[in-house]
């Protein structure tokens, strides 16, 4: 039996009188890749900021690891990953000497090279973060998620805007951190992506969880209740075919 690594009990959050997230419960457990899902504004960034400690809870109770979040966010800190924004690097310094500044951040011994081998960047090394492709600058922002050898890393929507072959080397390298008994906390507007990499998934809408189980229990359910398709499902799909006459290894994008 998996232990719970969070505990989200009743969370609240309101910006004046609007109400972004309304008493929402929900258990991650240790070594799973747990999905948040909704649309937008439905606020399953404002979970995760929260978790993250990056934003402030209107009311509820949030456990990390053991640690209360009200009362040793910092302690929480250095045991989770949060992919950064591209805003949060520096223009000037190459991946070698970004992955340095961090660790200096973190105070951590880490190899930079091969965090980059991790990620499939040892020959961008010397690349400035500005000249990567779209792919790889996500790949790259995963890996500083990892310099302080997480517990807990968080991914929020890390594969909007990839073509479909860098979106697959990115699940790759999702299920290699989690492989390594990383538990990672991920939102995605992509169904497919959601049900590739999640254990289970909490479905929110207006700040509610609708739903909380793994893929294939809620498309079972869905099945059971009579749902059918209005068209026959292919054994496969464009995506496929592109991956297929493209090529599946991992390459630079």
């Known amino acids: 039996m998996k232990k719970t690594i969070i505990s989200v009990k009743n969370l ?21 890749i747990f999905g948040l899902l909704g649309p937008n504004g439905a606020g399953k960034s404002t979970t995760l900021e929260i978790m993250e400690t990056l934003r402030q809870k209107t009311s509820g109770e949030v456990i990390v690891d053991g640690m209360d979040l009200d009362k040793e966010p910092n302690k929480i800190k250095k045991i989770i990953g949060v992919q950064l924004q591209t805003s949060g690097f520096y223009p000037g310094l190459n ?12 105070n951590q011994q880490v190899d930079p090279m091969g965090l980059l081998e991790l990620v499939n960047l040892t020959d961008k090394a010397k690349s400035k973060y500005k000249q990567l492709s779209g792919g790889q600058k996500q790949r790259f922002s995963i890996a500083t998620t990892l310099i ?4 807990i890393v968080f991914l929020d929507e890390p594969t909007t805007g990839l073509d479909p072959q860098a979106r697959r080397n990115l699940w790759d390298l999702i299920k290699d951190i989690r492989k390594k008994g990383t538990t990672v906390i991920i939102t995605t507007h992509y169904m497919d992506e959601a049900e590739q990499l999640c254990d289970r998934i909490a479905i ?10 793994s893929p294939d229990k809620m498309i079972d359910d869905l099945v059971a209740s009579g749902f059918e398709k209005p068209k026959l499902v292919k054994s496969a799909n464009l995506e496929d075919v592109f991956i297929s006459l493209t090529g599946k290894e991992m390459r630079a994008e």
Not at 13 to 29: C, N, Q, R, T, W
Not at 148 to 151: A, D, E, F, G, T
């Open 95 to 106: 991946l070698l000497e970004l992955i340095e500044l961090f660790a200096g951040l973190y």
């Open 12 to 32: 609240k959050k309101k910006y004046g009188i609007f109400e972004a997230v309304k008493g929402i419960s929900f258990d991650v457990l240790e070594g799973e």
């Open 204 to 213: 929110l809408d207006e700040g509610k969880i609708i739903a909380l189980a």
């Open 148 to 151: 302080n050898q997480p517990k």
